[in-house]
């Protein structure tokens, strides 16, 4: 299905796009701790919203 070419290629375009990204992302925590300060709790409760629908969904299927 893919060449070994292909494979060298995909894993090497990876592992260098997993280094820029952590590399991106420690070059600017200091600003993500400053402008999304309360951005973890709106994660959370986006997480909570989603699973009670899951759940509204599981109990009113049966």
Do not use: N, P
């Not at 990204?21 to 909570?48: A, E, M, N």
Request: no cysteine; net charge positive.
């Amino acid at each position: 299905m893919f060449s070994t070419g292909q494979w060298v290629f995909a894993a090497i375009f990876f592992i260098s796009f997993v280094i820029i990204i952590i590399y991106s992302y420690r070059k600017d925590l200091q600003l993500h701790k400053k402008y999304y300060k309360g951005s973890l709790y709106v994660l959370v409760g986006f997480l909570v919203f989603i699973g009670l629908l899951f759940v509204i969904k599981k109990f009113l299927h049966e």
